[in-house]
C-alpha cells in the first residue's frame, strides 16, 4: 500500500456506487437539471417559480452526500457520518478560534493590504447597517447557515471527501474536490436577480478569482476537517463563518482581490507546516509507538510474574530481564523503521 494514501475509514463498505465519481456525478446532475434550464430561461430569482427551482437544484449535494452514505457505509457507518456532524467535542478547543477568526483575518488582511497599496479604505456600507440593527444579525445569520453551510458540507466533506481520502493525499483530493465544488457554482452565475451573480458579475476580475480561491480554501476545509477527527460540524461551521465574515463586512473591489491573495498564502503556510499529505501534525510518531510498545510488554510481563507467582521479592531481577527485552524489541523496531526510510529515500 502506498504511505502517501490515506487509509480507507473501516466503515466504507464496497458497493457499486462507492467511487467518490457517483457522488459528484449524482450532486452535479441533480443540481443541474433545475439550474441550468432556470438560468436559460431568465426567470427572476424572486419569482415563486424560481426560487422553487433553485432550492431544488440546491439540495443535489446533500442528498448526493446522505444516499450514498446510507448505502456504502453500513449501519455503524451510518451512525458515525451523523456523530460527524452534530459531535461538538469532535473539535478541539483551539481549532473553534481558527475556525471562528480566520476568515475575518483574511478579510482584514486584505484591507490593510489595500490601504498600504494606497487603495484607502473601503465604505463598509453593510458593517455599518448590520451594526445599526443588531436585532438584524440573528436572523440573518440563519438563513446565511442554511442557504449553503449546512446542507453542502453534508455531502462535500462530510462523504466525498472521506471517500477521496482513501485513494489521494489531503492536498490532491482537496484540488480535486475543489474543481467540482467551484463547477457545482457556475450555473448560479447566471441565474438572474441572485445574489452571487451580483456580488461577482461575469468575467470580472472577481468572479475569475472566485473560482481560483476556491481551491485553496478546499485544503483550508480539509487541513480543518482533518485535525479535528474528520468533524463535519468544523467543515460547516467553517463555511458559515466564511460566508458570514464575507457578508458582514461587505469587502468589495480591490480589498476582497486582496483578501483572495492572502487566502492562497494561508493555505501555502498550513500546507508548510502540517504536509500535504494528510495535512495533520504528528510529531515522533516512533515516539508514539514505542510508547505503546512500553505499556504492552509491562501488561503482558507482569500477568506472567502473577501467573508464575514471582513478583513478589524479586521485582528487581524480573524488572532488570524485563527491560533488557524491551530494550531489544525497541532496537530492532527503531532499525527497521530506520531501513523502510533508507528504501523510501532511494
Known amino acids: 500500500m502506498d504511505k502517501t494514501k490515506q487509509p480507507?475509514?473501516?466503515?466504507?463498505?464496497?458497493t457499486k456506487f462507492s467511487s467518490p465519481w457517483a457522488f459528484f456525478v449524482l450532486a452535479l446532475g441533480?443540481?443541474?437539471i433545475f439550474w441550468i434550464p432556470l438560468a436559460l430561461m431568465g426567470w427572476e430569482f424572486s419569482d415563486s417559480s424560481a426560487l422553487v427551482l433553485f432550492i431544488l437544484g440546491g439540495v443535489g449535494v446533500p442528498l448526493a452526500g446522505i444516499i450514498l452514505a446510507y448505502h456504502t457505509r453500513g449501519r455503524e457507518g451510518w451512525k458515525e457520518y451523523w456523530r460527524c456532524v452534530?459531535?461538538?467535542?469532535?473539535?478541539?478547543?483551539?481549532?473553534?478560534?481558527?475556525i471562528f477568526l480566520l476568515p475575518a483575518l483574511w478579510g482584514g488582511l486584505g484591507v490593510l493590504t489595500?490601504?498600504?497599496?494606497?487603495?484607502?479604505?473601503?465604505?463598509?456600507?453593510?458593517?455599518?447597517?448590520?451594526?445599526?440593527?443588531?436585532?438584524?444579525?440573528?436572523?440573518?445569520?440563519?438563513?446565511?447557515?442554511?442557504?449553503?453551510?449546512?446542507?453542502e458540507?453534508?455531502?462535500?466533506?462530510?462523504?466525498?471527501?472521506?471517500?477521496?481520502?482513501?485513494k489521494y493525499t489531503a492536498l490532491s483530493l482537496s484540488l480535486i474536490l475543489g474543481v467540482f465544488w467551484a463547477l457545482w457554482h457556475v450555473p448560479q452565475f447566471f441565474i438572474t436577480g441572485l445574489p452571487i451573480s451580483d456580488v461577482f458579475p461575469v468575467g470580472t476580475p472577481i468572479f475569475w478569482a472566485y473560482f481560483v480561491v476556491l481551491l485553496p480554501?478546499?485544503?483550508?476545509?480539509?487541513?480543518?476537517?482533518n485535525n479535528n477527527r474528520q468533524s463535519t460540524l468544523a467543515a460547516i461551521l467553517f463555511h458559515f463563518m466564511t460566508n458570514f465574515a464575507g457578508e458582514f463586512l461587505d469587502i468589495e473591489g480591490p480589498w476582497r482581490l486582496y483578501g483572495s491573495m492572502w487566502i492562497v498564502i494561508i493555505t501555502v503556510i498550513a500546507?508548510?507546516?502540517?504536509?500535504?499529505r494528510r495535512l495533520i501534525r504528528t510529531a515522533r510518531p516512533q515516539t508514539e509507538k514505542i510508547k505503546l510498545l512500553i505499556i504492552e510488554y509491562e501488561i503482558c510481563w507482569r500477568k506472567q510474574l502473577k501467573k508464575m507467582e514471582l513478583f513478589e521479592g524479586c521485582e528487581d531481577t524480573h524488572h532488570h530481564f524485563f527491560y533488557s527485552l524491551l530494550y531489544a524489541?525497541?532496537?530492532?523496531?527503531?532499525?527497521?523503521?530506520?531501513?523502510?526510510?533508507?528504501?523510501?529515500?532511494h
Open 8 to 14: 480507507q475509514r473501516q466503515w466504507f463498505i464496497t
Open 30 to 32: 441533480w443540481s443541474w
Open 86 to 98: 452534530v459531535d461538538f467535542k469532535r473539535i478541539k478547543p483551539h481549532w473553534y478560534l481558527v
Open 114 to 151: 489595500g490601504f498600504l497599496l494606497g487603495e484607502g479604505l473601503p465604505s463598509l456600507e453593510g458593517t455599518r447597517e448590520f451594526l445599526s440593527q443588531p436585532l438584524a444579525i440573528l436572523p440573518f445569520a440563519f438563513v446565511v447557515l442554511i442557504y449553503g453551510p449546512l446542507p
Open 153 to 166: 458540507e453534508l455531502g462535500w466533506r462530510g462523504y466525498a471527501l472521506g471517500r477521496l481520502q482513501a
Open 217 to 225: 480554501q478546499s485544503v483550508l476545509y480539509t487541513w480543518i476537517f
Open 271 to 276: 500546507v508548510a507546516i502540517w504536509g500535504p
Open 329 to 345: 524489541k525497541i532496537s530492532a523496531f527503531l532499525s527497521t523503521s530506520r531501513r523502510r526510510k533508507e528504501v523510501m529515500c
